[in-house]
Nanobody, 122 residues
Framework: QVRIVESGGGLVQPGGSLRLSCTTS????????IGWFRQAPGKRREGVSCISKTDGSTDYANSVKGRFTISRDSAQNTIYLQMNNVKPEDTARYYC???????????????WGAGTQVTVSS
């Protein structure tokens, strides 16, 4: 049974930091890409970052470059999104998805977790 679980969301002040986690299981080897997307109320889901579980290559949206870092643990069981210097516009529900290629487009991802809410407010 395929499974995707996100965690780590919460309320954080502007300029603060937060780390999101994504655990996946039950996927075949061709689903080698894990992506973080976010969706704010009234807006479309947008790509934030993705990582290859095979070679560790990464990609980032321009809006988060220099602030967010995606990484994987040694066993490749968990993918992290370290969010630093967060801004109010980062407020959204953050979703973890799996795909067969390195693309930050929603259509490339076939499976999604339920998401975790991030709210940036003072």
């Amino acid at each position: 049974q395929v499974r995707i679980v996100e965690s780590g969301g919460g309320l954080v002040q502007p300029g603060g930091s937060l780390r999101l986690s994504c655990t996946t299981s039950g996927f075949p080897l061709d689903y080698y890409v894990i992506g973080w997307f976010r969706q704010a109320p009234g807006k479309r889901r947008e790509g934030v970052s993705c990582i290859s579980k095979t070679d560790g290559s990464t990609d980032y949206a321009n809006s988060v470059k220099g602030r967010f870092t995606i990484s994987r643990d040694s066993a490749q069981n968990t993918i992290y999104l370290q969010m630093n210097n967060v801004k109010p516009e980062d407020t959204a529900r953050y979703y973890c998805g799996v795909a067969k290629g390195m693309h930050l487009v929603e259509a490339a991802y076939d499976y999604w977790g339920a998401g975790t809410q991030v709210t940036v407010s003072s």
